[in-house]
């Protein structure tokens, strides 16, 4: 729990519109592609209600919520509706050690035994590796439910160390293994150097400054009035409100709840390295290495890809990201520093892929690289019933025949408007590169697998239906 961790006319009409470069505003056609596009999640997941928020250009350029915010009485959503972001709360833990670092009052490569000395090694484990995910302890939350200690209050500072004395994992450094235990006891050292909660540290160095003025400290009583209530289904049942745990539980690692559009400030500042240090920023930018070397693709309570990782979050672009689930409620905010663009996404669903509406949104904004401009043209051109045979080599125009062809065109135009166009893996071939595209589609999922040759011409191109 409280884990982190993508046809008819209409079905590409993404291309016509997308801007050249991130600063060109977001077209009236676009957010209406958007609008069908969410709607659509809804309908199909059953989620009661997301709302997104999206940065251009470096500001926030559309601000929307769907559905339904609590469901009996109805509460219509809105983009002030509060949802709980869980996971992605690491990053603000994060960011409160790095001001205090700047502050003097620790540093990162503190060992834990500086502060907590009868922790499981803790005179060989520092700060950095809490909140990099590579410390070893053991995580307190594996269950995807919610067990009877976590519907009990507990302090944070009790849950740091009952978890951080137990055996650890793995020995420090070695491996990337995701804990929440890590931020519990990051967070209880922030206390004790600060003389402060960390709900202060929050407010004063980070949500103050930024005017992130709906945060609240979500970890107690679950949200109220016009927040967003948390939903939970059991086999696809009808939606029902679900477990709060108790006290302690979320804090450091997940406790936070806010709009879309706060989180999104904080995207800003991320992109933009306004709040922090540059030591601070650099650290946050930097993938924490393993002792052998390799990367661990997360920095401080951050995920971060540099482009050639994890395709179908970066599209081929430096991307700093951080999502969240438990009881309730599932999150996602995703940056893109280098295009001033991020995409945030709440819901109050814990059944649904967090990812989904980022990724429905990225298709419609995010101006696709060359390889996946010229992949989505070729399977418009499938939809279209021809093809630019230049782009293929003699075997592959043998293969795509007039009938091959038609039954593509026919196929696919059952399939409904694309919502999602991901490069989900590329693998190098003695004899070429070999790529393989998901695609997801109103009525079902497509993969495209792509067959390169060193000279450019493409010697394969298949799509099949997977659901």
Not at 300 to 308: K, S, T
């Amino acid at each position: 729990m409280l884990k982190t961790c993508v046809m008819a006319t209409a079905a590409f009409m993404a291309l016509a519109y997308q801007p050249s470069a991130m600063a060109a505003p977001i077209t009236t056609q676009q957010k209406l592609a958007i609008d069908d596009s969410i709607r659509e999640w809804l309908a199909q997941t059953g989620a009661p209600s997301v709302s997104i928020a999206v940065v251009n250009d470096g500001k926030i350029a559309y601000a929307k919520a769907y559905g339904t915010a609590r469901l009996h009485p109805a509460v219509r959503a809105t983009a002030n509706t509060r949802y709980v972001l869980y996971s992605a709360t690491k990053q603000f833990t994060a960011a409160a050690i790095l001001l205090l670092q700047q502050q003097g009052k620790l540093r990162l490569d503190d060992k834990v035994s500086s502060y907590f000395p009868d922790l499981t090694s803790a005179d060989q484990i520092t700060i950095r590796q809490l909140l990099s995910h590579t410390a070893g302890y053991h995580e307190l939350w594996p269950e995807d439910f919610m067990t009877i200690q976590k519907s009990r209050p507990m302090s944070m500072l009790d849950i740091a160390k009952e978890w951080g004395k137990q055996p650890l994992d793995f020995t420090p450094g070695s491996k990337w293994i995701y804990s929440n235990t890590n931020f519990m006891i990051a967070a209880a050292i922030a206390e004790k150097a600060s003389g402060k909660s960390l709900l202060t540290l929050w407010q004063e160095g980070i949500f103050q400054p930024l005017h992130m003025d709906s945060a609240i400290d979500s970890d107690g009583p679950p949200l109220g009035g016009k927040d967003a209530a948390g939903y939970t289904q059991y086999a696809g049942g009808p939606s029902r409100l679900a477990a709060n745990p108790g006290a302690g539980w979320k804090s450091a690692a997940g406790g936070l709840a806010m709009t879309a559009s706060d989180l999104a400030k904080w995207d800003i500042s991320l992109m933009n390295r306004s709040l922090l240090d540059r030591q601070s920023y650099d650290a946050f930018y930097t993938s924490v290495k393993l002792n052998d070397g390799r990367d661990s693709n997360y920095s401080l309570g951050l995920g971060i890809y540099d482009g050639h990782q994890h395709f179908d979050l970066g599209h081929g672009r430096l991307t700093l990201e951080h999502g969240g689930g438990g009881p309730g409620y599932v999150s996602e905010s995703r940056v893109w520093p280098n295009d001033k663009f991020a995409i945030v996404a709440l819901t109050n669903s814990d059944w649904t892929n967090r990812d989904d509406p980022v990724d429905r949104v990225t298709y419609v904004l995010l101006p696709p690289r060359e390889e996946e401009k010229r992949a989505r043209a070729i399977v418009e051109g499938f939809r279209l019933g021809k093809i630019d045979r230049s782009l293929f080599t003699d075997d592959a125009n043998f293969y795509l025949n007039p009938q091959v062809l038609a039954e593509l065109k026919a196929g696919l135009a059952g399939m409904g408007p694309t919502r999602t166009f991901d490069l989900e893996s590329v693998s190098p071939h003695r004899d070429g590169q070999r790529k393989l595209w998901k695609i997801a589609a109103t009525h079902g999922i497509l993969n495209a697998i792509e067959f390169d040759l060193p000279d450019g011409k493409i010697q394969e191109f298949m799509v099949s239906k997977v659901q």
